[in-house]
C-alpha cells in the first residue's frame, strides 16, 4: 500500500484543478467536492462557535438571526448553503432560510416547526462552492 | 500532458491530519482534512427500514415513527458535527429532516427525525438524505 506524505495539493496543469478518480469509472474534483467552510454554533444567550473550519466570526443579529462570517472568501456569492438547527425551544424541528448571500459572509434567520422565529441552542451550516 | 500520481493514502507531513490544497479561485487555500464530508446515509424510512448507500455507516435503527439513529464507523472527535440533509415528499406532503434533541446526538451516533412541515406530523419518508461534516476523531 502507498502514502503519499505531503503538506499541500496543487495541481500541475492548473494550480486549482485536480482530478481524482471515483469510486467507480469517473472521476471527480477534488476542489470542487470540497466543503469550503462549515460552522456550529450556538445560537442561545451569548451565542458561541462550537467548532468550524474557514470561519472568523458569527454575529447576532437579533432574534433567530445571525451573520457569519467567511475567513477566506468565496469566488463568488452562488454557492450552495445548507442550513439545520437542533430542537429548541420545546419545538422538535427548527429550520433555517438565507437572507443575505455575499462573498465574505452569509446571513440566516432559524425558526421552529411553525413558523415563529426562534434563538435555536445548536445550528449548523455548510458551504459547498468555488473559493476566491 | 497532464500528470497523475497513483496513491492509496494521503497524510500531511507537518501534521499528519491536515493537507492544504489550492482553491479554485488560486488565490486562497482549503484544508483537505476539514473539508471532506466525514459520514453520508441515503435510507428508506418507510416500511423496514434498510440503507441505499452509505459512507462511514455502521448501522440503522427504526427508533419509532419518524426517529431514527445513524451509527458512524469512525467516530467524530466531539458532538460539534455539521449533519443536514433533505428527504422526499410523503403522499402530497412534504417532509423534512433535521437532528433530534441534543443528548442523542453523540460522537458515534446521532438521533435523526423527518416530520411533515405542512403539520408537523410525524413521517417516514422512503428516501432520507443526509451528510456530516466535522472533525474525526
Redesign the interface.
Given at each position: 500500500?502507498?502514502?503519499?506524505?505531503?503538506?499541500?495539493?496543487?495541481?500541475?496543469?492548473s494550480?486549482?484543478a485536480?482530478?481524482v478518480r471515483g469510486e467507480g469509472s469517473a472521476t471527480t474534483s477534488?476542489?470542487?467536492g470540497?466543503?469550503?467552510a462549515?460552522?456550529?454554533f450556538r445560537g442561545t444567550g451569548t451565542i458561541a462557535i462550537?467548532?468550524s473550519?474557514?470561519i472568523t466570526s458569527i454575529t447576532d443579529n437579533g432574534t433567530a438571526t445571525y451573520t457569519v462570517t467567511i475567513a477566506?472568501?468565496m469566488?463568488n456569492a452562488t454557492y450552495a448553503l445548507?442550513?439545520?438547527?437542533?430542537?429548541s425551544g420545546g419545538r422538535?424541528?427548527?429550520?433555517g432560510f438565507a437572507l443575505v448571500y455575499a462573498v465574505g459572509s452569509f446571513q440566516i434567520r432559524m425558526h421552529d416547526?411553525?413558523s415563529t422565529v426562534i434563538d435555536t441552542?445548536?445550528t449548523?451550516?455548510?458551504v459547498h462552492g468555488?473559493?476566491? | 500532458m497532464?500528470?497523475q500520481?497513483?496513491?492509496?493514502?494521503?497524510?500531511?507531513?507537518?501534521?499528519a491530519g491536515?493537507?492544504?490544497?489550492?482553491?479554485?479561485?488560486?488565490?486562497?487555500?482549503?484544508?483537505?482534512q476539514?473539508?471532506?464530508?466525514k459520514y453520508w446515509c441515503d435510507w428508506d424510512q418507510s416500511g423496514t427500514i434498510s440503507v441505499y448507500d452509505s459512507f462511514n455507516h455502521a448501522s440503522i435503527t427504526d427508533d419509532a415513527t419518524s426517529l431514527t439513529t445513524l451509527s458512524f464507523t469512525s467516530d467524530f472527535a466531539?458532538t460539534?458535527?455539521?449533519?443536514?440533509?433533505a428527504t422526499t415528499g410523503v403522499g402530497y406532503d412534504t417532509a423534512?429532516v433535521?437532528?433530534?434533541?441534543?443528548n442523542e446526538?453523540l460522537a458515534g451516533q446521532v438521533q435523526m427525525?423527518t416530520?411533515s412541515?405542512i403539520d408537523?406530523n410525524a413521517e417516514n419518508p422512503d428516501d432520507v438524505m443526509v451528510?456530516a461534516?466535522?472533525?474525526l476523531a
Open positions: 500500500m502507498s502514502t503519499l506524505n505531503v503538506d499541500a495539493l496543487v495541481g500541475n496543469t494550480a486549482n485536480i482530478t477534488l476542489q470542487q470540497l466543503c469550503k462549515w460552522i456550529y462550537s467548532d473550519h474557514n477566506n472568501d469566488g445548507s442550513i439545520v438547527g437542533d430542537n422538535q424541528n427548527t429550520y416547526d411553525e441552542t445548536a449548523g451550516c455548510t468555488d473559493l476566491a | 497532464a500528470s500520481l497513483k496513491v492509496n493514502t494521503l497524510t500531511g507531513v507537518t501534521t491536515s493537507i492544504v490544497v489550492t482553491g479554485e479561485g488560486n488565490s486562497t487555500t482549503t484544508n483537505l476539514q473539508g471532506l464530508c466531539s460539534n458535527y455539521v449533519i443536514s440533509g423534512n433535521g437532528t433530534d434533541a441534543r446526538k427525525r416530520k412541515i408537523n451528510h461534516h466535522g472533525d
